[in-house]
Every structure is written in C-alpha cells, then in structure tokens.
C-alpha cells in the first residue's frame, strides 16, 4: 500500500523567510496529493492540492511541486507570517482507492515574528 | 460556507464499554470518511463510505468498529468494546464525489478511554 513520508518534522523560520517541506510516496499509481493544514486544536484543513499531471500549482503565498518520477512533492511558502505556524500534513490518494487519502506523519512550522 | 459537524466534541468511556461517534457530513456530500489522530501523531485512515456500504478499510477497521447511515443525515462510528489504545481523535469527513478528492474534515470528537 501507499507509504507517505515527510521531512522535516520540525521547522522554524522568520517571519518574511520561506519555508520548504518535503514528501515522498510509495506507490507510482498515486494521482492526488493534498496539503492539508491543522492548527492545535483543530480540524486539518485542504490549502492545496495537485494532480499528477500537473508539475506546479501556485496560490498566492503557497505553491506546490510534483516529481513524478522521483514520487516526491513538496510545499513552498513564500513571506511566511506567524498565522501559517500549524502542522502541516502531505498526503497521497492512490489512482486505485480514491477512497482512501493516506497522509504523511506531519511537520510543525513555527514563523517566529 | 457548511461544515461537517460532529457530537460529542469529548468523550470518555471506560474501557470494554461500547462508544457510538455521530457526524453530519455536508448535504450534498455522497462519500464519507472516519479517520483518527492519536495525540502528536499523523492523521490515519479508518475507513470509507458510500452508497450505503463500506467502500475502503484499513488494518485499524477491526470487527471492534462498524459505521452506520441511520438516517439522510446521520454518519455514525460504533466502537463495541473500547480499549485503551483507542483513545484518539476522530475526525469524520466528507467529500463531494469520487473524482473529487477534497476532504472536508469536522472537528473532531476527543475519545478517551479509561
């Protein structure tokens, strides 16, 4: 089955600085990549998203790239502010079990002001 | 913009005692999910739903767990004989349909088990 894994676990930045995190996955017939975001406390919420026929996905502060060959992705977060401090959670769906979104064990981003 | 809402937001159970977890997904919402969070730790999937049957499962889904559509609004998670390692968050989650992946997550329900 799919394995998502994610580095760093921990990151801290200053305010205005980017930030990077990275993900891997297991299964090549992975399509979907979510990035979901969980401030303490509360529910995960989807920021980003992108399918694997696509290379980049850009939202104003946040963009996110897709090696399908190397099955990495990652998160880009640009002027980084003290709300964006959260968990951050990649994930991957399987082509064959859109039912089941398999998540990554998480980094928590610290922007310190 | 609607949300998916889940009852209780706490509770706590002793150990062996049967738990029942509500959520109401999003109206218009055809597939719907339990995933848990043991405290610090990722978000893992628990199992999926649509069309009034189980679609998806994982390891964690054993014969301690059933889920249930009562009703047009109700999505419920039965866990029959709690044990200690259950404690966790449980988030319930829907999404609009099968080609769109974007998960709408509750709040969560708090389950500790005593």
């Known amino acids: 089955g799919e394995n998502v894994e994610q580095h760093p676990s921990t990151l801290s930045v200053q305010e205005g600085d980017s930030a990077v995190i990275k993900c891997t996955y297991s299964?090549?017939?992975?399509?979907?990549f979510p990035w979901y975001k969980q401030e303490l406390g509360k529910r995960p919420q989807l920021i980003i998203d992108?399918?694997?026929?696509?290379g980049e996905k850009k939202d104003q502060r946040i963009a996110v790239t897709l090696n399908k060959t190397a099955k990495h992705f990652s998160l880009h977060i640009t002027e980084t502010q003290p709300e964006d401090s959260a968990v951050y959670f990649c994930?991957?769906?399987?082509?064959?079990?859109?039912?089941?979104?398999?998540f990554g064990p998480g980094t928590s981003l610290s922007v310190i002001p | 913009e609607p949300e998916v809402t889940q009852t209780p937001s706490h509770q706590v159970t002793q150990m062996g005692q049967e738990v029942i977890l509500r959520c109401v997904p999003i109206s218009n919402h055809l597939y719907f999910y339990w995933y848990r969070q043991i405290l610090g730790q990722k978000v893992e999937f628990l199992v999926s739903f649509y069309n009034n049957e189980i679609s998806e499962k994982s390891e964690i889904f054993d014969d301690q767990f059933s889920v249930e559509r009562p009703d047009g609004s109700n999505f419920t998670l039965k866990i029959r004989s709690t044990k200690l390692e259950d404690s966790a968050m449980y988030f319930c989650?829907?999404?609009?349909?099968?080609?769109?992946?974007?998960?709408?997550f509750g709040s969560g329900t708090q389950l500790s088990v005593l």
């Open positions: 989650a829907s999404s609009r349909d099968r080609g769109d992946e974007k998960l709408f």
């Open positions: 994930a991957a769906t399987p082509k064959t079990s859109y039912d089941k979104v398999i």
């Open positions: 992108i399918r694997s026929n696509v």
């Open positions: 299964d090549s017939a992975s399509n979907y």
